[in-house]
């Protein structure tokens, strides 16, 4: 279903005992859309509201014009408080037969929703955006509750007014390279992870290149890392002309499995480059020891764990560096695509700095051999419209997931399931909530049939992609081959109520 927005008669038939006995189904219908995230009133409505009931209150208090204003205003309060405002927006196209009505309808086209109305001229003029509180009653009936999988929609529409105040400062100073706002995101990510240094980039793929570039990576230097990952970790090694080196993962973590690293180790090795999978991050102090033991570089792909700890700290205390993606339905999403790079070292955050603009230390001066790898403007905008919001969402996330393990705990002898472990001394911002199974497919049929959305990552590990056969992988990497066939993943995000946990969790059995 769309949003709905709510026309200047309803509202007005709920704050009349006459009109609310004439007409009952507006009362219902006000209920019903009360405090939903879906629920808008247009901008340009509010002072019609107060102005037209007003008028009406006159039959009550006669000239009494401040108990008039004082009523009216009351109401336009109580809406303001329970239904989300909807902006006149500029592509407003003027009816001038009836303005209040078209902007009424732009306000809806802006939020992408249907008009409940009462007016006849309305319904006339814009069918298909206009419908009548019978039509709304009738669709909500038949409609199938469908659930989203990451639920960007919810966010957005609880968040409007910041993301829509953000975005207009950018496109006022017209700055949409390297404006302000970027530099203030990287002090805000900054201030959230303690890091040294934060360099926004222009997607989570681009902060591995510009960590390798960083690092001095060579053409046959060997990088050690999970194959149970998206193609983005090894894809980036291998663009370096540099060699991924696959080693297997752990039975209960999926992630890359530290006591399996030594054996993988030879004189060309330079890097291992774990993934936080899923959120969590992989046994941060073993990976360490090694690499200190044999003088390697780590970097983190934290592409799907900005915001968890290893033993109490953000993951960049525990690599040289790290590196993140703000992919639209990564736990913290810009609106397209973006991604940072942190470190505590000072030498590479100089290099990636220059880096990110094709190697350049002055204006048309070029030190590096660098990239174009700049975070847009307007991304940054949308980050620090969400970023204050993340802390409650990791926890929100947090509570979905707890509330996920308990629930599927207590069927898991009935149902052909097993759960991922999260370590004790770290914690997950849960980009995905992940089970195995050995009857994936039906589960998945299933729950399609039910509108439960569920997604595989990973169908393939690495080592059997097609763009990998050249590096003739030899070692068996049995672990990623199993998962890859039992992993899926459940709807994960901050906003997964429990109805909907009810939902999931018994389609899973039935
Ligand atoms: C583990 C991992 N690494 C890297 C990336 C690449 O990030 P981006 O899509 O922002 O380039 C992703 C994105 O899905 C990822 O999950």
Known sequence: MNNILMDVSIILDCFSQSRKEQFPDSEVVFDMLKGKPYAFISSSSLDN??????????????????????????????????????????????????????????????????????????????????????????????????????????????????????????????????????????????????????????????????????????????????????????ETIALMKAIPVFVDIEEDTLNLDASKINNAITEKTKAIMPVSLYGQPADMDEINEIAKKHELKVIIDGAQSFGATYKKQMEVH????????????????????????????????????????????KRYHHKYIGIGGRLDTIQAAVLLAKLPLYKKEIKLRHDVASSYNSKLQAVLSTVDIQLLTLKQDRTSVWAQYTIRTKSRDIIQENLRNLGIPTAVHYPLPLQKQECFQYLKQQTELPISEKAAEEVMSLPMNPYVDKTEQEMIISALYN
């Open 318 to 361: 525990h690599c040289d560096i790290f590196t993140t993606s703000f992919f639209p339905a990564k736990p913290l999403g810009c609106y397209g695509d973006g991604g940072a790079v942190f470190t505590n070292n000072d030498e590479y955050a100089e290099k990636i700095k220059m880096m990110r603009i094709h190697g350049q230390n």
């Open 49 to 234: 509201i107060s102005f037209l009931k007003a008028d009406e209150l006159r039959k009550e208090y006669g000239y009494n014009k401040s108990k008039r204003k004082i009523l009216s205003t009351q109401i336009v309060k109580h809406l303001a408080q329970n239904f989300k405002i909807a902006k006149t927006p500029a592509y407003l196209n003027i009816d001038y037969d009836n303005i209040e009505k078209s902007q009424i309808i732009a306000s809806a086209k802006a939020v992408n929703a249907q008009v409940i109305t009462r007016d006849e001229y309305m319904l006339k003029k814009y069918p298909g955006i206009a419908i009548t509180t019978e039509e709304f009653l009738r669709e909500i009936k038949n409609e199938l509750k469908k659930i989203d999988f990451a639920n960007l929609k919810k966010q957005y529409y609880d968040i409007q007014p910041q993301i829509e105040q953000q975005m207009d400062d950018v496109l006022n100073t017209t700055s949409f390279i390297m404006g302000d706002k970027i530099k203030q995101l990287e002090c805000e990510l900054q201030s959230f992870t303690k890091a040294k240094h934060v360099i926004t980039c222009s997607s989570g793929t681009d902060a591995l290149l510009l960590a390798m570039m960083a690092l001095d990576i060579q053409p046959g230097d060997e990088i050690i890392t999970t194959p149970f990952t998206f193609i983005a970790t090894a």
